[in-house]
């Protein structure tokens, strides 16, 4: 069975709690509601808990945006949530593998960049956000990785004979994302698994009935109950182990 598009959904939500026929998302202000409820809930549902189906996802990360002259420096992407594992491209073996760097705490990180001489020929000095002077090395690849804002990652060192731009070129995380999704695109659906798409729908309805009507829809709170039950264990559907179940939100750089 087809997942249902965002229109569709919201069709669903404005039958369900008596509301004009809805042909367009943007039609009346109680489309619009309908779309605001949806957004609410697709948002609140993602969060509860880490989602197998949301985990393990490689990503590049971005290129600080201005043209910043902190060449060891790049954004975690606005979808992930936490960093997993963060490797880098080794190009001195012969099939150019992937090697992970080591996380190390903020105060760890320091620690370790400040015991290098800054008088070094390979060694340039980066005074951080805080203020904070770090001693990276310029001729190797790095090895170390911190945050210290769980929006940008440091690394300890980078290597200009490949280039400036290398980092960002030749690291990949595996990281937890948050998948976006465009609500004013009324073809678009939502990238879940089919089980919390329902569980979602029949939330949107019961909440849209107490919000938009002061009522409320047994049926669908039930609905939604059920589904929240089944959701707490979510089958792996692929051949891997399941993850510890955690509660809670943990850093961006998974530490």
């Known amino acids: 069975m087809a997942k249902k598009t ?16 809805i042909d367009a998302l943007d039609e009346t202000i109680e489309s619009l509601d309908i779309v605001g409820v949806l957004i609410g809930v697709y948002e609140e549902v993602i969060s ?6 949301l ?7 971005d290129p600080i945006e201005g043209g910043s002259l902190q060449y060891n420096t790049l954004n975690i992407p606005d979808d992930v949530t936490r960093v997993e594992k963060l490797t880098y491209r080794d ?38 956000d805080d203020g904070v002077r770090l001693f990276i090395e310029t001729d190797k690849p790095p090895k170390y990785w911190t945050s210290f804002d769980e929006e940008v990652i440091t690394f300890d060192a980078y290597d200009l004979d490949r280039g400036i731009g290398n980092l960002a070129s030749d690291s990949v995380i595996i990281a937890d994302i948050i998948p976006a999704v465009d609500f004013t695109d009324p073809a ?26 002061q009522t409320s829809d047994p049926k669908a709170e039930q609905v939604a109950r059920r589904q929240s039950i089944a959701m707490r264990d979510l089958a792996v559907r692929t051949n891997q182990d399941t993850m510890e179940k955690t509660y809670g939100r943990r850093s961006r750089s998974g530490r």
């Open 91 to 128: 190009d001195n073996t012969s099939n150019e593998s992937y090697k992970e760097l080591i996380y190390l705490s903020a105060a760890e990180f320091v620690a370790t960049v400040q015991r290098r001489n800054p008088i070094d020929d390979n060694v340039t000095t980066i005074v951080n």
């Open 48 to 53: 509860r808990k880490s989602w197998e189906f």
């Open 55 to 61: 985990r393990g996802h490689p990503r590049q990360l």
């Open 188 to 213: 678009a659906v939502l990238p879940v698994p089919r089980r919390m798409e329902t569980l979602i729908i029949n939330d949107a309805i019961s909440t849209a009935a107490v919000a938009l009507r």
């Open 6 to 21: 965002i229109l569709q959904i919201v069709k669903t939500v404005g039958q369900r709690i008596g509301a004009d026929e």
